[in-house]
């Protein structure tokens, strides 16, 4: 048998041209399609190309998809398509090598060779046949074994039964055509008296379709005039009717075993989907696979990473006002608010945590930060609505380092979980922590700063060192406030060289002039609960004495 050339399969020519392209387009697929020359022969060859995926049949690869994650199941569609189209060209082969010295037989071969469905061939084996076997009208009447009724999937001139009073009488149809045989037939007065057939009739001739002594359905010639149908003219329909079989067989199969690859594909798309809300889809390719069925216990990877922490400012407190069920509407809303922004920032979230979040950013610290920042913003839009429907409005902070983490899969054989283990996850959690007690709305550590590619493109004020519980090592940390409200971020700016200068003295110990310069803020921006919180520190200090051995590390004590 000839090789294979994909070109052919897909090409304008064929349905299958139309099915693949309709396949693309339903499940959105950004793909082209190449024979095994490279050549293009649907798509655009500048689509980004992530994934490709050979088309085989025999083990011979005849073609290649390339582009996105769905390249695999527009090649499994091309495989199936070309698995199809060699069964066709066998069959061909076939029914050449017993007919050759039947034109009829040869072409109409070729006829089902080049059709795919069902109803098409039916159509065909009735064309065919009225060109030699004379008749009026002709159909072919199919069993549905699902519905348990006969079908009409083809027919030619006018129908000269009673569609309707077929599945009325099956019993009588079954005994007398769908026995099985072919017959000529002489005697159909029961089928006229039963109102099955029109009393038009005066011929009738039919063949079973049969597929290994199944009886399938029935091909049937029918005239106006009296027809002397031949024994050669019944020899020929039972041809006709067995090879019309095989195909009509192939194509319910193909569209069955279409159907089916389509619900499967529709399924595990589903699963999926539903699982990658679950683990994300970017933990997952992190760890070196597409889908979640590919990972396994011990699967791990250790990545430097940017982790971030969000928690709802005073949530105790605020969820007592409201109902259990107020309560997860609320944080359901609030969820909905912020995980679009994380994954807008190439992030992924690793975990709810009732009123906080902890998220990921694989990439780049920047992207970290530049969420965090949308994420105050959109806060702001979320308290105008709540206070249009004269709700309180809520405050949020937000903490991020930048280290070492390790992605894996844990638990047992039969108990599988993504879990993520450092260092990093602790200090970033501990950092957030801090925002309460700087009464910042962002703040991140130095190593979270050394990793971000643009600094000057955010407002930072340094808020000096501090040792977390659980750290012997002390922290920088600074506050990004480029997120705050537009005039305390006026503010801020334009009191930000004040401050820092504010910062310096106070970290030299200097703290009468740290008083003067945090008392300047204070008086320009009284909003400002930060520069507030260091002059009162100054003030202290300057009242009570500098603490024995004070290196200008706050010491936390709880988490």
């Not at 190309?49 to 695999?72: F, M, R, S, T």
């Not at 001139?157 to 005994?175: P, V």
């Not at 979320?382 to 991020?400: E, K, T």
Request: aromatic share 8%.
């Amino acid at each position: 048998m000839a090789r294979l050339n994909l070109k052919n399969i897909v090409s304008k020519k064929n349905d299958a041209s139309a099915l693949v392209l309709s396949l693309i387009k339903e499940i959105k697929a950004e793909v082209c399609i190449e024979d095994d020359n490279g050549k293009i022969l649907i798509g655009d060859a500048g689509i980004e190309i992530n994934h490709q995926q050979p088309v085989l049949v025999d083990d011979e690869i005849i073609g290649w998809v390339k582009g996105d994650e769905k390249a695999a199941i527009v090649a499994r569609l091309l495989i199936v398509l070309s698995e199809k189209e060699a069964e066709k060209k066998k069959l061909g082969n076939e029914v050449l090598n017993l007919y050759q010295e039947v034109n009829l037989i040869f072409n109409f071969s070729e006829k089902l060779a080049e059709t795919i469905g069902a109803n098409s061939i039916a159509q065909i084996a009735l064309e065919e046949t009225s060109r030699v076997i004379k008749s009026d009208n002709a159909a072919v009447i199919m069993w549905d074994e699902n519905s348990k009724q006969l079908q009409v999937i083809a027919s030619k001139g006018e129908l000269f039964f009673d569609d309707e009073k077929i599945n009325t009488h099956i019993g009588l149809l079954r005994k007398i055509i769908f026995s099985g045989q072919s017959e000529i037939l002489d005697d159909f007065a029961q089928l006229t008296e039963a109102g099955i057939l029109l009393p038009t009739i005066k011929s009738l001739i039919y063949s079973a379709l049969k597929v290994k002594h199944r009886i399938m359905g029935v091909i049937i010639l029918a005239s106006y005039e009296p027809v002397q149908y031949s024994a050669a003219d019944l020899k020929l329909l039972t041809t006709l009717s067995l090879q019309s079989s095989a195909a009509i067989e192939s194509a319910l199969l193909y569209e069955r075993n279409i159907r089916e690859a389509n619900e499967k594909e529709q399924a595990m798309r589903r699963i999926y989907e539903v699982t990658g809300k679950f683990v994300p889809h970017e933990f997952i390719r992190s760890l070196g696979h597409e889908v979640i069925t590919d990972i396994r216990l011990g699967d791990q990877v250790e990545k430097i990473v940017t982790v971030l922490f969000s928690d709802i400012r005073d949530y105790t407190t605020f969820s007592e006002k409201m109902t259990p069920e107020e309560n997860f509407s609320f944080v359901c809303s609030f969820n909905e608010l912020i995980g679009p922004i994380i994954r807008k920032h190439n992030g992924f979230i690793n975990q709810y945590l009732g009123d906080a979040i902890m998220a990921i950013f694989p990439d780049n610290a920047s992207d970290a930060l530049s969420a965090a920042i949308d994420m105050q913003k959109a806060v702001q839009e979320f308290n105008n609505q709540r206070q249009l429907n004269q709700q309180s409005p809520i405050q949020i902070g937000i903490g991020m380092h930048t280290g070492p983490l390790i992605m894996g899969i844990t638990g047992d054989q039969d108990r599988l979980d993504a879990t993520t283990i450092s260092d990093t996850v602790n200090t970033a959690s501990r950092i957030e922590s801090l925002t309460k007690y700087y009464k910042s709305g962002i703040i991140i550590s130095n190593a979270t700063l050394q990793q971000i590619m643009a600094p000057e493109n955010f407002y930072l004020r340094p808020l000096g060192k501090v040792r977390v519980k659980g750290k012997q090592e002390p922290l920088d940390i600074y506050e990004c406030f480029n997120g705050d409200a537009p005039m305390q971020l006026q503010n801020k700016i334009t009191t930000l060289a004040t401050f820092n200068d504010g910062m310096i003295n106070y970290l030299n110990k200097s703290f009468t002039k740290a008083f003067i310069a945090f008392q300047f803020v204070s008086e320009a921006n009284p909003n400002d609960l930060t520069v507030n919180f260091f002059l009162a520190k100054a003030a202290k200090f300057i009242t009570g004495g500098i603490p024995e051995n004070w290196l200008g590390v706050d010491e936390m004590q709880s988490k």
